[in-house]
């Protein structure tokens, strides 16, 4: 219900930081470990990513990525500006180059959670959605409808409203549009995602729009995307969305011609420092965190699991966690919640 129904579901390395690398990678491979056992309505796909360089900048950026992934063994490759045009017809001409990274993965998102949680309650999980939980901390967590349950570890993963649960989080709501195009099938072939989206999509600061298209099985194509901060409210804002489409047409100029099926809203979870809340809460031994995964949760949703799990069962984690842990960021209002926790709030 949350911004998972809202995403685009592309499962995609990024390399903003190692830390950041390494979870998208270990997630990356954990998507691939479900190939045999994803219902097809999941929709998995092995799309790639094609990284577009308009200009010379940007293709600097493509050796400088290409680089950085064929040093940690991840298979990218140069596309000139005459290969991108064969690779992708409808782009317009000439841009720069591209980076082709063929690894990454496109899923439906909303079919995916939907799958792991039926794989969950098949495996012994009692699911008590759609009812809310009101507050939870040592051990207790408090349901709307009056209900309590007793845990010695309680998950918070409540994406862009985990602050209504812990407070003191230090997460931020950022907005996105995407919209969907009518079913133009191969107009589009890979995931294509503009450099210049790198410029302004990891700034913490301006609302931004980007060029970043992604083919579905039907032929329907998600357009994408927006970043803003300070808007909460839910509605499409025609500003943006116009803004949004306006940039996919001066990549994709045939998109012009596409019928526009719908458009939307979701909230990512932005932490000041970009990386996700992943591990124990300091100062309440029954909380963990699993939030704070901004624009890249339908990524690194296995990889969190797997840590989340590895901490409950007090297993070796198969990467490093430490980077993850929440610990990291808000150690000093932590301390001011733990205080309200003990008085009983
Ligand atoms: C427009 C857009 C495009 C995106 N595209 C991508 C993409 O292509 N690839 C990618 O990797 N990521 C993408 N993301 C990011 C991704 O969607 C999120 O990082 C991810 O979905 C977060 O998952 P989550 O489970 O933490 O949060 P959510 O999906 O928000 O789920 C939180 C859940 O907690 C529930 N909840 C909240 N409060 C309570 C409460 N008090 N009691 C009980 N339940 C509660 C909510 O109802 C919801 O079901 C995109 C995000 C947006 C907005």
Redesign the pocket.
Known sequence: ????????????LMNDSPAQFALTHYSQNLWRDLVGFLPADVEFEQRGTLWIAADDEEMEEVRRKHEAFGAAGVAAEILDSDALADAEPHLRRPMAGALLVPSDVVVD?TRA?AWLMEEAVRAGATLY?P????SAGAGRVRLEDGGELNAEHIVI??????R??VPALPIRK?????AITGRRPGLVRRQLVELGYLKTAHTVTADSVAFNV?PRRSGEIIV???RQFGDEETAVNPAILSAMLERAKLYVPVLADCRLVRSW?????ATPDKLPLIGPWPPDTTMLL??G?????????LGTGRLIADQVMGAKPEISAEPYWPARLFAEAAGQEAEKLMEGR
């Open positions: 219900m949350g911004a998972t129904s809202a995403a685009m579901g592309h499962v995609v998102p959670a959605a009812r809310k939980v009101v993963a409540c994406g862009a409203e985990s209504t649960l950022r907005k996105g549009h995407l992604q994408g995307s927006s809203t979701g909230f990512r979870a699993a939030t995964h901004e624009g890249l949760g339908i990524t690194t949703s």
